[in-house]
């Protein structure tokens, strides 16, 4: 299995692809699958309702369909648009950046919290996670309260992500999730300055589709 | 962190470890931490009982305690003994492969079934599994009921693992999971005989502890 | 609110659309909403897999914001498409088959069956009422395995549904859900074959639809 | 089916039966089923207690049992006192209205609220919706803590309707139901005022009985 | 405190409370609170439907308001007939012989079953034991199926009785609850024949009432 | 069966099973099995953390195995450590004191909360109940956070369980559960002062042991 681990950004916004390919760059290893970001030109700007997260769900699933050589996909939106869609028509793994990102917290603490960019996908959010079947496990969730460009770029974004951390420590999180694909460079000094476990969900997701695709090579 | 992920046979069957190390060969990758597969000297030749698996846990925190170069740890035996114990001492991930290798799975199916070695051992998987907060997600576990010697070596090992298999996908599991160290040569074969995804807990857990010791390197 | 129930087909078959119509004559009253059925022309002329499903989501939103003079929107079609894009732009409720006929099952007995088309959806089916909650009361799902067309006119329809919903008793289901738009017309007859109460999941979301309207005229 | 709609008042306040009335006004309709609204004279004047709740669930079996005649009931006191004991004498279907209240809810929004009249009975609502298996869907409950014969008619009712309200929004009630039979002339404005759905539970069980009978007419 | 533990048998049936006194004979011990078994003589002779167990609700509350010398009540029908009500107006501890019975399985084994003496009450025991918050620690129920009476006396029962155990255990039981207040003798022989623990929750409940009674006398 | 109750205090502090004793003595009646506290000399001075827990495993083990006269074991640490390796090699009962604490407060309330010695073992209280299946029923955990010793004698222990435990009751507890061996002397002060069931889980465990010994007499 020589194909690449394709990671799709759903929206247009090319600056966000960038961001990922830069938060991906540890995972990509000599004799390791490629790890390749993609744009969905289809997608809007940024998906930030629930339309938006609908909307994507035939291009993605076309663009899955059109990448037969992959080994593995990543759907790098953090409401795992389509990714019903897209497990049914591929052969190969497809990830969702959400799952990944909650699973790989629930391997490393009991009580997790969840940092949203706003306050509108908490609902999205909890009833996924239900559908998931861990409630059980997760201590909350807060929002930042920023748009994603904002929250990608924005002086004072670590300022509030150390503070919506520490509230979801108080509500009994041991180990946090990024609720978004844009956030992985904070990842490192949030984990230090708050001191639980802080998973960036597209980092979860690739290791995901690694572990999947290095296995088959036994 | 330049520190090997450092897993942890905890029975002192020398052989097992051999095998751990030959299954993890895909995941030893240039320029990624090294994999170091150990023995448990103090352990037991199986572990095959509750005792066995209490027996362990203080050896465990103890080698756990002593190699402090490592990035992360692996306890390599599907009860994930003393996985409390060595999360509560060490300053890096550690990892259970029973957790790991159900979280894998549910990353890929919706329902999933866990293929034991013995009936012995399905009381202490629900347990565990209870207590993970993911019993709405399993299908059901059932066992070879092989030792663990015969299962690693035996001919008819893998003619069980299919008639298992079987049986769980008819308890609607959708992936499965093999519940013990040393199955993971039959993973590929098994998991194009059956169709559906087959996960060996411990190339699952040394992918998370992959994607973590990755993920800190941003 | 002058406003008609309007009931979406998101198929393009009008023979289904004719049968929900005919399947809500007796809810149409004298002095009560009006209840409209239409044919989501945009549709494929079946929804028979998550592909199907998801395809229609756009235009059932683009349909309910059209219908800006609608009291209450019903969804037909038992996998709830875009009920949740529908529920976010519109201002007056909307009702999901598969969820109105669950839940209006809760509200006969304690535990419950669905009877599905096929067992393709039965994933879809479960993920959905996981994410509902309600799991804890579904003794069941069993699927006729018919096409949809066939499944609407075939003469061993009742015999089938006697059978799968016989089977379902023995699973533990008190009522049943028909799990599907375009089984209204054995309603009576199994309910009486079977001695156990019997839901039109369209009539179930009717009702709830006109529980809605009329509660506002207080 | 002719017989009509049994709307079963379980305390003997006359004027409690006269508020169900004229809040039942809207669901009366040309051709429909009838609705009755009777009261049971050998109830206490309010049912404020778990006593009171019992000792009215004979005489509640009796009224069924006399009224043969009856195409469907509805038990009209939150607690749903005589509940089970209905349902197993009576051949045509019995809602109690605090489980079609939470199952109206149900199909308008993820997570509820109630608003309880008073404090003492939160414990029991709570062990019926853990009963009913859907307490993940409770965002909480809160208490007027005003007696039934105040709620029903103080003009201080409707702020303190709107406090609690808000108050269950807060707890992250997306709507909300009214814990208490003679509060529906309230439910109109609240909504309004509130911004998010309001169910009065008698309506909904009604609603329900409506959508039973007109079921069974096809 | 000096008064007694008071077993209420809520059916009139003076065998079936001379049945429970005997049961109860290793219970009395020098020292401890007696033990005093009464009958509730406007209780049916048996209490085989769910309209039984409601019409001993009033009867029981005052038999348990009248005793206020009472140091603990035990209520012995396996439905907990009243159970609330009794708490509610009792200063002084009151326990169901079905909570009792299924918490006490629960203090021996992970999963349990339930014999009950017919189909009839499986339902209703189902519902209380959700209310209870245990589901996830039930294996199953399954029913003699003989008369109260009947399995109090007949020569069958202990047969019938293994017959029954034996399945529960293919079910998943670990421990099993005898779910009627007449089924003390066979528990001793029946645990030794099946090899898990069986428990008589008549036993059960007096042993949390002593408990209660003795833990006050520190 | 005339074997003692054996109590096993696992930690090697002489004065806590002194204090065991104590607490114990009116369960010692005529007639009734022995109690017997016992010291385990090997366990460290007291079990603080998870290490400590596992320490004392497999001595526990032993000891267990050397009794083999005794009629039932209790395992008086809340961490009810050894409890599955004590029950795997027991032929008679094994009770913890968590699991019967908490069990003996589910009888006499809905939802109860824990009164812990420090903040440090919440999570695996909380690992432990979660894994019990009894979540629902638990309004909260709050810690005294004092050392088990200062808890044991300081004068201020009675004033912090006053403040803890109402904070219990404004998390919704209804029932309380002494998280540790050593507090039964405020065990009827403390109920009386807040005016709810407070359960010393050492006399819950052998109440329980207490109740299967007598039982096996009849």
Known sequence: MSGSIVVINPN???AVTDGLDAA?????LEGAPAIE??????GPFGIESQLHSDQVVLPLARLVEARSDAAAFVI?????????ACRAISPVPV???QESGVLAALARADRIGIVAISDASERRHRLYMRRMGVSARIAGE???NMSVDESARGAGTFDRLLEVGGALIGDGAEALVLGCAGLATHR???EAALGLPVID????AVADALGAVLAARL
Request: net charge neutral; proline share 8%.
């Open 12 to 14: 247009s916004n090319q």
């Open 24 to 28: 991906l760059a540890p995972f990509r």
């Open 37 to 42: 970001c993609v744009t969905l030109t289809e």
């Open 76 to 84: 790098a939106c953090y409401s795992d648009p389509g990714i019903d």
């Open 95 to 97: 990830f969702g950046i």
């Open 142 to 144: 807060r929002a930042l």
């Open 188 to 190: 490192t000094r949030l």
């Open 201 to 204: 969900p597209t980092q979860a």
